[in-house]
């Protein structure tokens, strides 16, 4: 069996980043009203569906007012991804 050297990957979980990160990009999509984006990535399909749904209802600060984005999960070539965009509604 050969093997192969390389740099160890980020764990998972750090794929999401913090909260933080999650106000830059509602600015990057609030900046492109209506069109969607691949914004994050994570280790398990639930991690996706349930921050898809935080967005979608608005309970992070960085995605407020409800209604204003949009969000979905989907699985890409075994990885658990989620989109996004900016709606511009408030519910």
Do not use: C
């Not at 933080?20 to 492109?32: D, K, N, P, T, W």
Request: charged share 20%; hydrophobic share 35%.
């Amino acid at each position: 069996m050969t093997i192969s050297f390389e740099p160890l990957p980020p764990h998972a979980s750090s794929q999401h980043g913090s909260w933080g990160s999650h106000r830059v990009i509602a600015e990057q999509l609030r900046a492109r009203p209506k069109e969607w984006a691949h914004i994050l990535t994570y280790a398990s399909r639930s991690s996706a569906a349930s921050v898809a749904l935080q967005i979608n209802k608005g309970t992070r600060r960085a995605w407020g007012p409800a209604g204003s984005f949009e969000a979905r999960s989907r699985t890409v070539d075994g990885e658990y991804r989620v989109y996004a965009r900016y709606t511009g509604a408030a519910a």
